[in-house]
């Protein structure tokens, strides 16, 4: 009895797995075009934050803090792409705070130093856990 129970219920699903039905295949959750819109959009955005890092790095604010923590913004910049979309957007916002802002919290050239640190110490953290670092210099 076991046997036949198994056999009926083998058969419906070798049949669906053989001749699968054409709708279903073309039926998910989220479309193709909406897949690439959001993947083009978070495109975008990724350009935009990368774009206002390089821009804070190369700005006399940014500059300024490099000189305070040693550290070379062309090396900062050349692995800024090395960031995850959630590190350079979170990078990216705190830069445009303080760009918009730098009063706010502590002083202009403290919270610079800070953030600029945070830049770098969050590439290097990357690096580090991607095993990317080929400069011996760093």
């Known amino acids: 009895m076991l046997r036949r129970v198994s056999q009926l219920l083998v058969a419906p699903l070798v049949l669906a797995l053989v001749f699968p039905v054409p709708t ?12 690439s819109a959001r993947l083009g959009e978070a495109a975008v955005a990724r350009q935009a934050d990368l774009a206002d890092l390089n821009a804070f790095l190369v700005s006399p604010v940014g500059l300024q803090a ?22 350079a957007r979170d990078l990216a916002g705190r830069a445009r705070a303080l760009t918009a802002d730098p009063a706010s919290g ?27 670092v080929q400069d011996p210099e760093l």
């Open 24 to 35: 279903l295949a073309a039926d998910h959750v989220v479309s193709g075009a909406d897949v």
């Open 66 to 87: 490099a000189r305070v923590v040693a550290a070379d913004t062309a090396k900062l910049q050349a692995r800024l792409a090395h960031l995850s979309d959630i590190e």
């Open 106 to 132: 502590l002083s202009g050239g403290a919270t610079v130093a800070i953030v600029l640190g945070g830049v770098a110490l969050t590439v290097l953290a990357v690096w580090l856990f991607y095993g990317i």
